[in-house]
C-alpha cells in the first residue's frame, strides 16, 4: 500500500491521479534492454497480462532490444495464445485471430508486436518448449537473466509492466 485516499466522490479525482502516477513510465530515449516484471497474484495472470507486458516493455525498446519479462504464471495461453504454436510467424497468429474473431484478439495483436519488435525472453512456469513455440526464449535460472543483462548497453526495471502506461521523451 503506497497511498489512502478517502472522502466524498468529489476526491476521486485524488486518487485517480495518484494511481496514474503510479503506472506512468518515461524514459528520456529507449534502451537496449528492458527487465519487465508482472506483479500480484500469478493467478490473475493470463495471457492477456503477459502480451500487455510484453508490448509496454517492447515500446521503450530500441530495434532489435531484448525484452526480459519475469513472471510466476503457468497460465493457459488461451485461444489466442494456444494460435502462435501452430504458426510459422507471428503475423500469421495475427491473421488467424482476425478471421476467426477471436474474444482475445488484443492479446495475440500485443503479443504479436512484442515478439516482432523485440527478442523476448520469458521466466515462466510455462513449459520451454511452449515458450519456444510463442515466438519467445525460455529463461532457466537467475543466472540466465544475469548474462542477458551483461550484454546490454542500456538497461531499465519495468515492474508492473502489464499495468503501465509508457512514454519516450525522444
Not at 500487455?52 to 526480459?68: D, F
Not at 495475440?108 to 520451454?128: C, G, K, M, N
Request: charged fraction near 25%; charge should be negative; proline fraction near 5%.
Amino acid at each position: 500500500i503506497t497511498d489512502i485516499v478517502s472522502g466524498l466522490l468529489e476526491t476521486a479525482s485524488d486518487g485517480e491521479n495518484l494511481l496514474n502516477q503510479r503506472r506512468a513510465f518515461t524514459l528520456p530515449k529507449k534502451v537496449d534492454c528492458v527487465l519487465a516484471t508482472l506483479t500480484g497474484d500469478p493467478n490473475h495472470h493470463g495471457f492477456l497480462e503477459l502480451s500487455q507486458a510484453a508490448l509496454n516493455a517492447s515500446r521503450l525498446l530500441n530495434p532489435e532490444g531484448k525484452l526480459i519479462l519475469l513472471s510466476e504464471t503457468e497460465t493457459s495461453l488461451g485461444d489466442g495464445g494456444e494460435i502462435f504454436r501452430r504458426v510459422d510467424e507471428p503475423i500469421e497468429a495475427l491473421q488467424e485471430a482476425f478471421r476467426k474473431k477471436l474474444n482475445d484478439f488484443e492479446a495475440v495483436f500485443q503479443w504479436a508486436r512484442a515478439v516482432t519488435d523485440a527478442r523476448v525472453y520469458l521466466a515462466s512456469e510455462i513449459r520451454p518448449e511452449i515458450v519456444e513455440e510463442i515466438f519467445a526464449n525460455p529463461i532457466g535460472s537467475p543466472r540466465d537473466v544475469e548474462r542477458l543483462l551483461e550484454g546490454c548497453q542500456s538497461w531499465v526495471y519495468l515492474p508492473d509492466a502489464h499495468r503501465c502506461q509508457v512514454t519516450i521523451l525522444s
